[in-house]
Nanobody, 126 residues
Framework: HVQVVESGGGLVQLGDSLRLSCAASGLPFSASAMGWFRQAPGMEREFVAA????????KYADSVKGRSTISRDNAKDTVYLHMSSLKPEDTAVYYCTMDMNWRAEPRTEKWHYDYWGRGTQVTVST
């Protein structure tokens, strides 16, 4: 039974930091690239960050580059997204996703990914 479950969202203040977590089960996590996407109301789901299976390669959207870090712990089947200097435009539902292709490089396009969590809401208030 495949599960991808996000946690760590919530209501934060402008300029705060936040760490999202994503736990995967029933999947070969340690050989899979992982990604974070987000979707604001009325908007398309957009790429945020991705990491390859070994943590040797990462990609970030321009909108979060320099203030976000994606990381993973293969022993815990968990991927993290740490975000700092949060802005109101970071408000969205954040989704974790897994690319089942063996040891794939991190991708920015949604269609590369196979399994998605249900998302965790992040709201940044002023």
């Amino acid at each position: 039974h495949v599960q991808v479950v996000e946690s760590g969202g919530g209501l934060v203040q402008l300029g705060d930091s936040l760490r999202l977590s994503c736990a995967a089960s029933g999947l070969p996590f340690s050989a899979s690239a992982m990604g974070w996407f987000r979707q604001a109301p009325g908007m398309e789901r957009e790429f945020v960050a991705a990491i390859n299976w070994s943590s040797s390669s990462t990609k970030y959207a321009d909108s979060v580059k320099g203030r976000s870090t994606i990381s993973r712990d293969n022993a815990k089947d968990t991927v993290y997204l740490h975000m700092s200097s949060l802005k109101p435009e970071d408000t969205a539902v954040y989704y974790c996703t897994m690319d089942m292709n063996w040891r794939a490089e991190p991708r920015t396009e949604k269609w590369h990914y196979d399994y998605w969590g249900r998302g965790t809401q992040v709201t940044v208030s002023t």
